[in-house]
């Protein structure tokens, strides 16, 4: 079909929509015309529906039946770029183009006119008024700020007075007050703001990356260098770079608790903050940030995973920080890699992508060794701090009472710390109180009724709660299950019965749990990470969550409680997560200038996954892990994906697995071996029953192409639910 750029009104045209039914509809062109790439409004049934124009009409239904599209919505077109790319990762994810278009269209009240907001800014003689304490606060407070206009909720927030002194203020003539779009453009960032002075390793990491840059084609670089070696300062040279070249920039982020010490640094680095985008931002920014972003007012955007489906219009440079976090797979949903999508989307944008990691993924790595992508490594940690020393505690010689989970060698270097004011870290990779409760009477353990899970107690809410599907009740009395009544009791550790250690063997130290699940919002999580780094406590006691980019200076020793636990199971990555979260939570210690220390219990030291962290030879620890892999033809060196078939009928959920089953010749052709139908290692989550398929093949096959196929040969019946997860990185 030729694709042309403008259809004339009553053209016929193919459109995507958000709705779940066929790729193309057909429409007629609104009045006025409209382009490709525009975002239209179009008449489905009854309802009004978002699309946006793809190509000329299919010609599948007859002209005469085809509806007019309603008007173009006020936004640029969708780029060619942007169309490509939201293909690209339909195909790669195996999911419906027009459910990739929802991805990217996620925000309300598109088609609605610009709504206008009053903003102030002070009046120019404001030297001639009479000054109270707190209109000087206010004056002062809008000197100071970046931003020449703010809202009234804005100046309430930055200088604390109340709306009524700005209101006083506003009609004593003190601050003039204006109207303007709510949408509109993000202050200007400075590239030239206030650059750092490089050392050696980092200057010719960052020459080499304005090199890339330079030239106008896709490269992607894996941004490799120990903790605190200065990556996130080279990367922002390169975001100066792209910022000089009038580009747009974005910068993925694992964790929303992470994005304010990075604003700090981007504010400090070029003078303004950028945009945010991602779930805890309010509706109307997001509405903000994605108008921006289409129209050049947002230059640079730090966001989750799904800021790689905003409306870019120029993006030279994308950064994933972090780049081996397992966030950034999106697992339910629309399954897809963030990382693997943002190296898909820089290379249909002929850009530039620096993968950033301490300890990246052994996809990457192995990318990098082979050529794929560029290497570069900072090896030493900026300025005067070292790495920290890495120990091993055998718990086979502390004998250990049960219940106690601190050994006496660790317990010692605690209390050395304390001593000297320094904070301690003691990571267990284990929300709640306990993972099992038992009775000790039957020896039944509380389970889930709606998943084949057990139920965790959460002692700090009171209740037991399923790690599957989130469900909680409270602690019964007696045994669901055998009826005896207070013989219930808990196996094991997780982070909230250790602080109860903690405060046992420590009274005097002030601790805080660091879990995922004790803070109600992204904002209380973010004060108690800004109150650990202030030195305002004295224990940590985290979860994986403590793992990821925190700066605390004055943190001197990290203790992980039972580095066993990663390593049981046969999971693919067990030993690679396991590697990258010891590493990565030991490289928390002694961060600025005292030298750090790492303490790790266990009782099999000459576990090789263990020997490689006390040794700390990363390279080694690739080589070994990726030479496993190789042998067995697992990923990045085969692929492979995963199929669940889930009913709340098991029969149901059976008999569509065995028919698939059958019919494998799509697969057979690639010699793709199909595994299953079996039992889900978690057999049933929410009600419903789960079946698995795990498909293994070699590389580079039209791999993706063969399971739609295989997949088109079934329907799908009543509440029965077929998931594609491509390149899984869980098996349950
Ligand atoms: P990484 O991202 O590799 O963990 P960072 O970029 O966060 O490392 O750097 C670690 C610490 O060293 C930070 O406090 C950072 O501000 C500081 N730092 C890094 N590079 C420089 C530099 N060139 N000049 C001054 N401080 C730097
Ligand atoms: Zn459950």
């Known amino acids: 079909m030729k694709v042309q750029d403008f259809y004339n009104e009553n053209e016929p045209i193919a459109v995507v929509t958000t709705e779940p039914f066929a790729r193309f509809l057909d429409y007629l062109a609104p009045e006025g015309g409209c382009q490709i790439g525009s975002f239209l409004l179009l008449p489905l049934g009854k309802r009004r529906v978002l699309g946006v124009v793809w190509g000329p009409g299919e010609g599948k239904y007859e002209r005469a039946k085809l509806r007019n599209a309603l008007s173009v919505i006020d936004v640029p077109p969708m780029s060619y770029t942007m169309r490509k790319f939201l293909e690209g990762v339909s195909d790669y994810t195996v999911t419906p183009l027009n459910l990739i278009l929802k991805l990217s269209t996620r925000v309300s009240q598109l088609h609605k006119p610009a709504v206008m907001q009053k903003v102030f800014h002070i009046a120019t003689n404001h030297s001639q008024f009479k000054k109270t304490p707190k209109r000087n606060l206010l004056i002062s407070s809008l000197i100071k700020s970046k931003k020449n206009m703010l809202t009234k909720k804005e100046i309430v927030s930055i200088s604390g007075v109340s709306t009524a002194v700005i209101t006083a203020a506003a009609r004593a003539g003190l601050l003039k007050e204006e109207l303007i779009p709510r949408d509109s453009p993000y202050p200007l960032l400075d590239p030239n703001f206030k650059p750092k002075e490089m050392n050696s390793s980092q200057s010719d990491a960052c020459k080499l990356i304005r090199d890339f840059q330079k030239q106008a084609k896709f490269s992607a670089i894996l941004l490799q260098g120990v903790t605190g070696s200065g990556k996130t300062e080279v990367y922002l040279d390169a975001v100066a770079t792209a910022l000089k070249n009038g580009e747009q920039v974005l910068v993925l982020l694992p964790e929303i608790a992470l994005t304010s010490e990075f604003f700090r640094r981007v504010k400090d680095r070029f003078g303004a903050i950028p945009a945010e985008w991602h779930s805890g931002v309010s509706v109307a920014e997001r509405r903000r940030v994605w108008k921006m972003v289409g129209s050049g007012g947002a230059k640079l955007v730090i966001g989750a995973r799904s800021a790689l489906f905003l409306p870019f219009m120029n993006l030279g440079l994308i950064i994933v920080d972090e780049e081996h976090d397992h966030s950034y797979k999106q697992e339910d949903g629309v399954i897809y890699n963030a990382r693997d999508m943002a190296v898909l989307r820089s290379s249909i944008e002929s850009s530039t992508v620096i993968l950033a990691s301490a300890t990246p993924s052994l996809e990457s790595w192995v990318n990098a060794k082979n050529g794929k992508y560029h290497h570069i490594y900072l090896a030493e940690r900026f300025g005067q701090s070292s790495l ?143 109150n650990i780094s202030e030195g305002n406590v004295d224990i940590i006691i985290g979860t994986q969550l403590v793992a990821k980019g925190h700066n605390f200076p004055k943190l001197r020793l990290v203790g992980v409680i039972d580095v066993d636990i990663g390593l049981q199971g046969s999971d693919l990555r067990a030993s690679e997560r396991t590697y990258q979260l010891v590493r990565q939570v030991s490289g928390r210690a002694g961060r600025v200038d005292n030298q750090g220390k790492a303490l790790i219990q266990t009782y099999q030291p000459e576990h090789p996954v263990v020997e490689a962290i006390l040794k700390g030879n990363d390279e080694e620890f690739w080589k070994s892990e990726a030479n496993q892999r190789e042998l067995a033809a697992m990923p990045p060196f085969g692929r492979l994906v995963g199929i669940i078939v889930s009913s709340s009928n098991f029969e149901k959920a059976m008999d569509t697995a065995n028919q698939l089953k059958k019919n494998t010749d799509a697969l057979d052709r690639l010699s793709a071996k199909v595994y299953g139908p079996a039992l889900a290692p978690v057999a049933r989550i929410k009600g419903r029953h789960r079946l698995r398929f795990l498909i293994k093949s070699p590389k580079n096959l039209g791999l993706q192409e063969a399971v739609r196929n295989w997949v088109a040969t079934i329907s799908l019946k009543g509440d029965v639910r077929l998931v594609i997860d491509i390149d899984p990185q869980t098996f349950y």
Not at 423 to 428: G, I, R, S
Not at 441 to 460: K, L, P, T, W, Y
Not at 508 to 519: E, I, P, Q, T
């Open 388 to 530: 920290p020393d890495v120990a091993a505690i055998d718990l086979r010689k502390e004998s250990l009472q049960s219940n106690e989970w601190i050994s006496k060698t660790l317990e010692k270097s605690i209390l050395k710390c304390l001593d000297n004011k320094e904070q301690v870290l003691l990571f267990l990779n284990r929300r709640g109180y306990s993972p099992t409760t038992v009775c000790r009477a039957c020896g039944n353990q509380i389970s889930c009724s709606e998943c084949d899970a057990r139920m965790v107690e959460h002692r700090f809410i009171k209740r037991l709660m399923c790690h599957q599907c989130g469900d909680t009740k409270p602690m019964p009395e007696k045994c669901p299950s055998c009826g005896e009544i207070g013989q219930l009791s808990v196996v094991g550790p997780g982070v909230e019965r250790l602080a109860e250690e903690v405060q046992h063997k420590f009274p005097a130290a002030v601790r805080s749990v660091l879990s995922s699940d004790l803070y109600g919002s992204a904002k209380s999580l973010k004060a108690e990470i800004q």
